[in-house]
């Protein structure tokens, strides 16, 4: 039967804290994440150092960040001696991320889940890997599942994301009204959109997946001719009449292809021709003058 612990302060409500109630299960879920000694691992929220202990006790180099001062003292006399643990009395969404390599583990409080995946997917250097527990309804939106979503498609060029384990109301004490997984973004080495193109490609994302109409046909006619989009509903296997939230990451990503393509032959096309127009004005300027 899971061991449940006395809380060193009492719950703040406006916080949305949510605390694991057994360590041991708490151990058994840090020892499963792919994370080695001498990581450096932010974690966000670190309530009475729960899972603080355990990154320790992994001997990972951990940064406890906690808002609640009545915690923060706590984790402070908690970890007092531990030499890989610092403990900060700060707000995450303002707190400056690492320029070296770091991942995060984190019990992400209910309330800023957005806000805190948006700065850590955004930062200029992103984690290694992100470890969130979220509410399961958020963590499917992420992952874009059954469904892609305009995050899972904006995002997962640049990151892998999975829900790693789902939990169950009783692992946390208070229970909350809500189903919570364990999710994990993980950066790519190799991204799968250039650095050069990614404006282009969340571009060319916002304005096919937001576009108003009923089906894949009308949404990709503003970026395709009629002829081209039947071609790639056969070439990649997709329905026309179809809504755009039913085409899968890895056809996005070939639209996309297909798209930078056409977009860069234009271009090229333009270029060309426009100096083959300079090069006309310029052997008809000798004649010009001599008239």
């Known amino acids: 039967?899971?061991?449940?612990?006395s809380h060193v302060a009492p719950r703040r409500p406006e916080l949305s804290q949510h605390f694991f109630r057994d360590p041991v299960f708490v151990r058994q879920l840090v020892a499963g994440l792919p994370l080695k000694p001498f990581d450096l691992v932010i974690e966000?929220?670190?309530?009475?150092g729960v899972i603080t202990q355990a990154l320790a006790d992994r001997a990972c180099s951990v940064i406890a960040i906690e808002k609640d001062l009545r915690l923060y003292r706590w984790l402070r006399r908690r970890f007092l001696g531990r030499t890989n643990v610092q403990c900060w009395h700060a707000d995450f969404?303002?707190?400056?991320?690492p320029t070296v390599p770091y991942s995060v583990?984190?019990?992400?409080?209910?309330?800023?889940t957005a806000a805190v995946v948006r700065k850590l997917l955004g930062a200029p250097l992103p984690p290694v890997d992100a470890f969130l527990v979220v509410q399961r309804e958020a963590a499917e939106k992420f992952v874009g599942a059954p469904q892609e979503t305009l995050f899972s498609l904006l995002n997962k060029p640049w990151f892998e994301i999975g829900i790693v384990h789902r939990l169950r109301r009783d692992d946390f004490a208070p229970?909350?009204?809500v189903d919570c997984a364990l999710i994990r973004f993980h950066r790519r080495e190799q991204p799968l959109v250039t650095r050069a193109s990614r404006r282009t490609y969340q571009g060319f994302v916002r304005a096919m997946f937001g576009r108003?109409?009923?089906n894949v046909y009308r949404?990709?006619?503003?970026?395709?001719?009629t002829t081209q989009v039947k071609r790639l509903s056969r070439e990649l296997r997709f329905s026309v009449d179809s809504p755009p939230s039913d085409l899968s990451f890895e056809q996005w990503m070939a639209l996309f292809r297909f798209y930078e393509r056409v977009h860069l032959e234009a271009k090229d096309s333009r270029s060309a021709k426009s100096e083959c127009d300079s090069r006309v004005l310029a052997g008809a300027e000798p004649a010009a003058a001599a008239r």
């Open 1 to 5: 039967m899971a061991r449940i612990r």
């Open 219 to 225: 949404a990709l006619r503003g970026a395709f001719s």
């Open 93 to 97: 969404l303002t707190f400056r991320l």
């Open 175 to 177: 229970p909350p009204s």
């Open 44 to 48: 966000i929220g670190a309530g009475d």
């Open 105 to 112: 583990v984190s019990n992400v409080p209910f309330g800023v």
């Open 212 to 214: 108003r109409g009923p």
